[in-house]
């Protein structure tokens, strides 16, 4: 089963890693902290439950469009104005919600903000029994 | 019969091809891989200048010059103060004359597979590592088979060597007290490919149906090595008699077909014939088991001509049977849907209500689904709209979605105040 696990954050600037950048972080929090990713970055990748990971560009690039009645409007920022913003994803391929959740728990940014994570819809039909 | 393509000649070549390597070597790990340039090999090669004599003779005595140079080359590399010589006495078994081909008086395909679905082996992994040296297919039709880049299927694979090696595991036959569990570990594994490619036959792209196709094939050649095991017969007679119905599942804009409403000309008559008969023959010789009551189940199925026409009484007692040697909430479930169609469907939701306090199902959509369509049944239509709207909200299958939604847009068609809030179900 394919989750995606969304990574919110609000850095002092927008760099990736983003927990890396967030404020009153010390440098031996930091370095513990990246390693922290590292690792989880390692397991997932040798046991092949990684199945990719994007980083997003800052908030301040984003262009929200409708269309309304008079045709498209376009504004510049996030959909949703909040302190928080996506900073980026994985997908992980792995065996339970559960384990996804546990993935999710050892992202540094869930410490600053939320890691959430989102079932991926399959496009197919569950079992028949 | 039409000649097998050279796919077909390679791929059933795999696994008695890196038997014969790994018997010889041991370095099941090395081997694999030295297999899978031989048959990219073969292929390439084969197809400009034909197909040789001894195809495996051919296939066994490429991988074989590619596991010595790979052994030559590491040892080179740990001691090269030394002549590689001197420290390469495997050298005396590799001297391979033209007749070089695996050992044909056995088959080691069963050997393999206890190796690759070793219950020390997360399920993905097994899975992976069984189509890769049994199935002989490539990593890249693997990933794409299960929608994943070939990098995280090649991690899946290499994962499970390392575990192989790690654990010592050999390319043995278990011992006799083991060997039970071993097979049953074997048959799940197989079981969960033709599961990922049944499923997937239904609302995606035609990458992915091979899986079933391979799961049938690999439990036929299990299949011919222990005929006289129940349970690996039922689980192929469950495979063909589950699979007869594919063409027939799926509706031209991809959405499911449910078993009632299914165009029974479109089932495959043969594979419900031999299913039949495997099944048959398992339930008069051979001690009962899950697989075998399944099958029995989907026999039932398979044999009415027209829905109406089903033996629910029937389904009902194996579903009891089933329920006793191997109880689960997901048996229950379709205990309930038989005892609906065989007495009422207030018979089948008393059969429900032992499931509500179950964490294990409450939640899960199937359980709302279920539900819902036994209210349905029952006359009350908005408490069925409820249900399909709880289970449309839980599941994560587009196709089941879409049905569901599309029951829920006919049910409230039909019953005009009915939103589906508990007030109006009220």
């Known amino acids: 089963m394919k989750y995606m696990l969304a990574i919110y954050s609000n850095p002092l600037n927008w760099a990736h890693p983003t927990f890396r950048h967030q404020a009153g972080v010390s440098d031996t929090e930091r370095a513990m902290m990246q390693e922290q990713f590292d690792r989880l970055l390692e397991e997932i990748t040798d046991s092949g439950e990684l199945v990719s990971g994007t980083p997003l560009a800052p908030p301040g690039l984003t262009r929200t469009v409708r269309v309304g009645d008079q045709g498209v409007e376009t504004t510049d920022g996030p959909f949703a104005e909040m302190k928080e913003q996506l900073a980026g994803y994985f997908i992980v391929d792995c065996e339970s919600i559960e384990r996804a959740a546990a993935l999710a728990a050892r992202f540094p940014d869930a410490r600053f903000a939320a890691v959430e994570v989102r079932p991926i819809m399959d496009l197919s039909a569950g079992a028949e029994m | 019969m039409t000649e097998p393509s050279v796919e077909q000649l390679l791929r059933h070549a795999a696994p008695k091809v890196l038997s014969a390597l790994v018997r010889r070597h041991g370095y099941f790990d090395l081997a694999e891989d030295c297999v899978q340039e031989a048959l990219f090999a ?161 609302g995606t792209d035609l990458q992915r149906i091979e899986l079933a196709d391979e799961a049938v094939r690999l439990t036929r050649q299990v299949y011919a090595l222990r005929p006289d095991h129940g349970e690996v017969t039922g689980l192929l007679a469950l495979m063909l008699l589950t699979d007869a119905r594919r063409a027939a599942r799926g509706g031209p804009d991809g959405e499911l077909i449910p078993l009632a409403q299914q165009d029974r000309s479109r089932w495959n008559g043969a594979y419900i014939r031999e299913g039949t008969a495997l099944i048959e023959s398992a339930l008069d010789n051979a001690p009962i088991g899950p697989y075998q009551i399944q099958a029995a189940i989907a026999a039932v199925h398979d044999e009415a001509k027209k829905a109406e026409d089903t033996d629910w009484p029937q389904i009902v007692e194996l579903y009891k049977l089933l329920n006793r040697i191997s109880p689960s909430p997901v048996v229950t479930l379709n205990y309930a849907v038989a005892v609906a169609m065989a007495q009422s469907a207030l018979a089948g939701l008393e059969v429900l209500e032992s499931l509500e306090d179950d964490s294990r199902i409450r939640d899960h959509h199937r359980y709302h ?54 007030r109006a179900a009220g």
């Open chain 2, 369 to 422: 689904a279920v539900r819902g369509h036994l209210l349905d049944m029952a006359g009350d239509r908005c408490g069925a709209v409820k249900c399909y709207r709880k289970a449309a909200q839980a599941t994560t299958s587009v196709p089941e979605q879409r049905y569901l939604d599309a029951e829920i847009a006919r049910l409230t068609r039909e019953t005009a105040d009915c939103d589906g809030s508990p």
């Open chain 2, 42 to 202: 073969a292929s390439v090669q084969w197809a400009t200048d034909g197909v040789p004599d001894d195809p495996e003779g051919w296939l066994v005595r490429v991988a074989n010059r590619r596991l010595i140079d790979q052994r030559r080359s590491e040892q080179a590399r740990r001691h090269r103060e030394l002549r590689v010589a001197e420290l390469e006495p495997a050298d005396q078994l590799v001297v391979t004359g033209a007749d070089t081909r695996p050992d044909s008086g056995r088959d080691d395909t069963l050997a393999l597979l206890f190796l690759c679905c070793h219950p020390d082996l997360p399920p993905a992994s097994g899975i992976a590592l069984t189509l890769r040296a049994v199935g002989g297919l490539t990593t890249a039709q693997i990933a794409r088979a299960f929608l994943v880049p070939e990098a995280t299927m090649a991690q899946r694979i290499s994962r499970a060597k390392q575990r192989i090696r790690g654990a010592g595991l050999t390319f043995t036959m278990p011992p006799p007290d083991q060997i039970e569990d071993r097979l049953r570990a074997v048959l799940r594994v197989l079981y969960l490919i033709f599961n990922e490619g049944y499923t997937a036959s239904v």
